[in-house]
Nanobody, 129 residues
């Protein structure tokens, strides 16, 4: 089974930027639907952004407001989340997730956790005011 390893989290001041990375353990990852989620202390896990296999479709949560960009490097299949204009409300543990071939994902609404069956360990993002 594909394993995912996130990196790139850290502590920044409001207005700063971070780029999160998610590296897969095998190349079949290219067939998977991918997404970023986040979970703040005391809150449920929420979808941030999703991308279809091959990158033809992307979708973002409303709170992203054009600040974040999800992308995938087609040479090594690494998934990225570029986060700009970070706000204290963005403080959370960020997770990448994958869904194997089969079934369907709705790219007209933000990703939901139950659609994804492979998860990374998470990377912490902390934004100070």
């Amino acid at each position: 089974q594909v394993q995912l390893v996130e990196s790139g989290g850290g502590s920044v001041q409001a207005g700063g930027s971070l780029r999160l990375s998610c590296v897969p353990s095998e190349y079949t990852y290219r067939l998977y639907s991918l997404a970023w989620f986040r979970q703040a202390p005391g809150k449920g896990r929420e979808g941030v952004a999703g991308i279809s296999p091959g990158g033809g479709a992307t979708v973002y949560a409303h709170f992203v407001r054009d600040r974040f960009t999800i992308s995938q490097d087609r040479t090594n299949y690494t998934l990225y989340l570029q986060m700009n204009s970070l706000e204290p409300e963005d403080t959370a543990m960020y997770y990448c997730a994958a869904k194997g071939p089969g079934g369907s994902v709705d790219y007209t609404s933000p990703p939901i956790p139950s659609d994804y069956n492979i998860w990374g360990q998470g990377t912490q993002v902390t934004v100070s005011s």
